[in-house]
């Protein structure tokens, strides 16, 4: 596997470089997004790291149909493959990701490039904030890529679960809820028709597996929380969040820990929209 994350120093020398040493050329993608403020655009136009293109999550990074397919469904390959072009990845290049918001969000582009068969995509471990606390500098406005892209995609190449499989995932293997514990509990649901979680799943808050600079822990420590959980080192390990955008952070963890995640893209918002489909509540896998 190629590195999955990078430091801002290792990002400034590949920038002054012209590539990273054991990489490409550099494409910067910045991904800002939340779901009080899913358009990040006048917070990347007010300061971004320089190169760094915007990339809009709501639509390149999903794609958009009835509710029963969730908030943010996969987009297709063609559609994606256009998006990067525009964003100027070509053949060979490593694709930094980032955010402002301990990567939350970023992590959404880095699994779908790596599903999609980019090689070497890396996320800025800290995101935005570790970048200006090194004291780097920021550009303002918009920016376009130097020259298009011409990267070349391929169908999804990671093992991803749907509304027909997750349910026996649940049954017989680890499946995690990445999202916050009053949501999993169903205490409380902001977004959602219906509150709670998948019965099987595991509460796992992605926020966990971050320290509080926004940077991943440690590699045992990882190790050691999804072990406790019910997993195992290099076995298939189910996750999934709200609409499947911080799913990926989630799977970032995992894979630094040395497990194989296996990404349900429908999320809870895919599942909650299904009334056939039975709901647990309460802190207790059920």
Not at 98 to 126: E, P
Not at 151 to 158: F, K, S
Request: charged share 25%; hydrophobic share 40%.
């Amino acid at each position: 596997m190629a590195e999955i994350l990078t430091t801002p120093q290792e990002l400034k020398d590949a920038l002054a470089a012209g590539a990273y040493p054991d990489g490409g050329p550099v494409r910067i993608l910045d991904v800002r997004w939340r779901l009080d403020k899913p358009d990040g655009r006048d917070d990347y136009r007010a300061g971004h790291i320089p190169g760094a293109v915007y990339v809009d999550l709501d639509h390149e990074l999903a794609s958009h149909g009835e509710p029963q397919e969730g908030r943010h469904p996969l987009p297709a390959r063609e559609e994606f493959e256009a998006s990067a072009r525009r964003w100027g990845i070509r053949r060979g290049d490593t694709v930094v990701v980032y955010d402002n918001l301990k990567n939350l969000s970023s992590a959404r582009a880095w699994w779908l490039l790596r599903f999609f068969g980019v090689a070497d995509v890396r996320l800025l471990d800290g995101s935005l904030r570790a970048w200006t606390s090194a004291g780097y500098g920021l550009a303002t406005g918009d920016e376009a890529p130097s020259e298009g892209g011409d990267v070349v995609l391929t169908e999804g190449t990671l093992p991803t679960l749907d509304l027909d499989t997750v349910a026996d995932f649940a049954s017989t293997r680890l499946l995690l809820d990445a999202r916050a514990s009053e949501r999993y509990r169903g205490d409380v649901e902001p977004i959602d028709p219906r509150a709670g979680h998948i019965p099987g799943a595991v509460n796992a808050p992605t926020t966990d597996n971050v320290d509080g600079d926004g940077r991943f822990l440690p590699e045992g420590a990882l190790r050691a929380r999804f072990t406790a959980l019910g997993g195992a080192v290099g076995t298939p390990v189910g996750v999934y969040c709200g609409s499947g955008v911080t799913a990926a952070h989630e799977a970032v963890a995992l894979s630094l820990a040395g497990f194989e995640p296996v990404l349900y893209p429908g999320s809870w918002s895919q599942w909650s929209n299904h009334p056939e489909r039975a709901v647990a509540t309460g802190a207790e896998p059920g």
